[in-house]
């Protein structure tokens, strides 16, 4: 993502000064989308994608905090090196116990969610 952040950022500093280097970055910069029959619908991503991304954002940040919050508060107490490597230890210890019990029921639910989810594709598409 910062690879292509910085790829844009130079490719438009380049099309500004010169405009042969311009032409072959210019499949880089994002264009305006417009659907057709609707007035002032120009915008660069669509609305769906626009929602989902936003979604996905949140989650990952809840996700961050639910995984990460307890190292953050043991290191931010100022507990000593040797209690943060006793905590840490013992929280990879117990989530590994966690992973393997829960692992089957995992992929069981995974399979079966994918199932499902299928089959109310097909029946969309016959309805």
Do not use: W
Not at 64 to 80: D, N
Request: aromatic share 8%.
């Amino acid at each position: 993502m910062l690879a292509y952040s910085l790829t844009l950022v130079i490719s438009t500093e380049l099309m500004k000064k010169e405009n042969s280097v311009g032409s072959l970055m210019s499949c880089l910069i994002p264009k305006k989308l417009s659907e057709r029959n609707v007035e002032n619908a120009d915008y660069y991503v669509h609305e769906s994608m626009m929602k989902t991304t936003k979604d996905l954002t949140i989650i990952s940040m809840l996700k961050f905090l639910l995984t990460e919050l307890e190292k953050i508060i043991v290191v931010s107490f100022g507990s000593s090196l040797k209690a943060v490597a006793e905590f840490t230890l013992i929280s990879n210890l117990g989530s590994i116990i966690a992973r393997h019990l829960y692992a089957p029921v995992e992929e069981v639910c995974y399979n079966l969610f994918a199932h499902n989810n299928q089959d109310e594709k097909s029946e969309n598409v016959k309805g």
